[in-house]
């Protein structure tokens, strides 16, 4: 199998171990901005520096995981190819005319994708999935909150993306997981709406905090988001008819009225080689297809238009 990145950061890397652990003879290819000369190299993959040194006929698939402003230039030239897309989220920097006809060009084409929101394959959610699905929901409470200094220990915070709305940085569209599950639990909302600033003693122009109300028929979601925390929390609370189930995704444990029901050993770094391994069966064949380029889009339009 030969594979294409395009980008080789730090999620690129997840992305190409996770590759290894399912296919043992595997030929990937990274294209990268730059030179020869300068460009860095990572063990066993070929850089390339140009879409004309790919022989495109020869390739499986194509990740891409360039900086979201540059999704949609890669995007557009696979999908002239007919190449199955694994895209990094989020899914485009902002939503234009442009980008909602590629979106339409692609689906058009019937060109498999799937856009990574790798919670999905979390065992505290795909198990809180199944545990709520016949109850009678009356409030669903979402609150993701860790220090983003803290992300990149050894960078300055500031000049990250993250930190930067001018380099299309911000809390909403980092965690737009948390919004992407939502959808996947409960699918879209009959009307949203939502609040965000930048205003922490962080002093970054990035939106730090974020808090989105997604209305549903019988329940409102309430999703908060935030750069600032230090004591890091990820959770989802559920309230029910019945009782009250809490998921800590930072744990993988759900709680029921307080009393532990389910807890896993999986980490969510272990969630990068579930991902690839759902990728690779629904590009052979053998699954449906989740997450694709127009599921992402709709919750890209719930993340930043309101």
């Known amino acids: 199998m030969k594979v294409l990145i395009i980008g080789l950061g730090s999620i690129a890397k997840k992305h190409i171990e996770a590759i290894r652990k399912q296919i043992s003879n595997v030929k990937i ?31 499986d698939f194509v990740i891409i995981s360039s900086p979201t402003s540059k999704h949609f230039e890669g995007i557009n030239i696979c999908n002239q190819l007919r190449k199955p897309l694994f895209i990094e989220k989020p899914l485009f920097s902002e939503i234009t005319n442009k980008t909602e006809q590629l979106v339409k060009d692609v689906t058009l084409a019937q060109t498999k994708t799937y856009v990574a929101c790798n919670l999905r394959f979390l065992d505290a959610l795909k198990t809180l999935k199944n545990l709520v699905q016949d109850k009678r929901i009356n409030e669903v409470n979402v609150y993701c909150g860790s220090y983003l ?144 380029i127009e599921e992402a889009n709709s919750i890209l339009k719930l993340c930043i238009q309101d």
């Open 149 to 292: 200094p803290d992300w990149r220990p050894n960078a300055d915070f500031r000049k990250v993306y993250s930190a930067n709305k001018e380099m299309g940085g911000g809390v909403h569209i980092d965690l737009i997981h948390e919004l992407d599950y939502i959808y996947w639990l409960f699918g879209k909302p009959v009307a949203h709406r939502s609040f965000c600033k930048s205003s922490s003693s962080l002093e970054i122009s990035a939106i730090d905090y974020a808090n989105f109300i997604w209305e549903y028929s019988t329940f409102t979601t309430s999703i908060v988001l935030n750069y600032y925390r230090r004591d890091a929390k990820r959770t989802i609370e559920i309230v029910t008819s019945e009782g009250t189930f809490l998921a800590n995704l930072l744990e993988n444990k759900i709680f029921y009225n307080g009393e532990v029901i389910f807890q896993s050993e999986q980490k969510i770094s272990d969630t990068y080689d579930a991902q690839m391994k759902y990728f690779i069966d629904f590009i052979t064949g053998s699954q449906t297809s989740f997450n694709t």
């Open 29 to 59: 290819y990274a294209l990268r901005t730059g030179s020869s000369v300068t460009a860095s190299v990572y063990p066993n993959v070929i850089n390339v520096f140009s879409f004309n040194e790919v022989e495109f006929e020869t390739i």
